[in-house]
């Protein structure tokens, strides 16, 4: 039984505060993925819970304790980095086995659980290897190896998988994955850059931005109703169109009415004090689809054409102080450069953010 608990963290360096308020529930067994924009706190929130950096404000709990005091040898973590840093003259056997060894562990104990880590991460048949005979991805096993048979509460990864090939990454993506299966009282946090790491490990999503948490979720939650506009632009790829509107009808359902003549009812329920508001109205480009019709959401100029094979990605003009707006479609798309488009979407696809960049659904 492993659960932590974040309340009202904070950390400063000097008079320079990197993360604050931090609020953080988690359960046995979650596997918890921190995202954000780098330089945001993934790693020091990780560090402070790890015990390698102090805590300046608030508490953090473990199973019901405070551990802000309690060393990081005692609390029962093992960490995962992102460099591996084998010992390079240990064979595999004795990488996985050396903290054992350090914690005074019988022979016979020490065997067993290099022997059921290594099963458990296919790495048996490569036991009395040297790490510069594996490669990355191997490497990164076993650093994982040597964290499994130490039995911790909790495990902490931070970005293991970076320094591996798109492919491996892949792979041991999936490995992971099925680490976790095979560990389900285990609680897991794991940072990492890759959405779609975050997306298919994820039991809960915590979005991180300059230091305070922007919305904690199951994956597709924060796909289907991010909180925010950072929100419903860090998640999902290429990022969620936003669109200048103004609010003409209000109620249960929204009317907003975009300045090129595009509009759209969305059911979402709105105040009577939004009327005539400047709002954005959020749309993925997955979520669009080409239309002739005079009821539609965008008119605007194709700029360039990606042709996946599986999906064609539209790039339309952008208007001025706006990002480009993006389409991604399914299959093949002969579509001329240059000619004006109309797109539609779905109306419960689409998001609604106020003034303050704040879903209409949270307010
Ligand atoms: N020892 C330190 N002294 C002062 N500032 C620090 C120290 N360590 C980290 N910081 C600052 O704290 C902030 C958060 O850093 P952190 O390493 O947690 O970011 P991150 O989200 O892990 O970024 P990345 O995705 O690039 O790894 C950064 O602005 C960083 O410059
Ligand atoms: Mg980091």
Avoid at 25 to 49: A, H, N, Y
Avoid at 257 to 266: E, N, S
Avoid at 270 to 289: A, F, I, Q, T
């Amino acid at each position: 039984m492993t659960s932590l608990s974040l309340k009202d963290v904070s950390k400063s360096y000097g008079s320079v505060e990197v993360l604050r308020n931090i609020d953080l529930e988690i359960q046995e067994g979650e596997l918890i993925v921190f995202v954000g924009p780098s330089g945001c706190g993934k790693s020091t929130l990780l560090r402070m819970i790890a015990g390698l950096e102090t805590i300046t404000g608030g508490t953090l709990d473990i199973d019901g304790q405070v551990v802000n005091d309690v060393s990081s040898a005692q609390r029962g973590i093992a960490m995962v980095f992102q460099s591996y840093a084998l010992y390079p003259h240990m064979t595999v056997y004795d990488n996985m086995a050396f903290a054992l060894k350090l914690a005074g562990k019988s022979a016979a104990e020490i065997d067993k659980a290099v022997r059921s880590a290594a099963e458990t991460l296919q790495l048996a048949h490569l036991l009395d290897r040297l790490p510069k005979a594996l490669s990355g991805g191997q490497r990164q096993r076993v650093a994982i190896g040597r964290s499994i048979v130490r039995d911790p509460k909790v495990f902490l990864f931070d970005e293991p998988l970076s320094n591996l090939d798109a492919a491996l990454r892949v792979a041991t993506r999936i490995e992971i994955a099925q680490l976790k299966e095979s560990m389900p009282q285990s609680t897991m946090i794991y940072v990492t850059h890759d959405q779609v790491e975050a997306m298919t490990l994820a039991s809960r999503i915590v979005v991180l931005h300059g230091g305070n948490i922007e919305q904690v979720g199951a994956p597709l939650e924060l796909y289907e109703r991010p909180a925010n506009t950072f929100v419903a632009q860090f998640i999902g790829s290429p990022a969620m169109n936003m669109v200048d509107a103004t609010v003409t009808e209000t109620g249960e359902q929204t009317s907003v009415r975009m300045p090129d003549g595009g509009h759209a009812t969305v059911p979402i329920a709105s105040k009577d004090s939004d009327l005539n508001k400047p709002v954005k109205l959020g749309v993925r480009p997955e979520d669009l689809s080409i239309t002739d019709s005079d009821d539609y959401l965008v008119s605007a100029k194709l700029s360039i054409v990606e042709a996946l094979g599986e999906t064609t990605v539209l790039y339309f003009d952008p208007r001025e102080g706006d990002d480009a707006f993006i389409a991604k479609l399914p299959g093949i798309h002969k579509a001329e450069k240059g000619r004006e488009l109309r797109l539609v979407a779905p109306a419960d696809k689409l998001h609604l953010f106020d003034e303050n960049g704040v879903s209409f659904l949270y307010r």
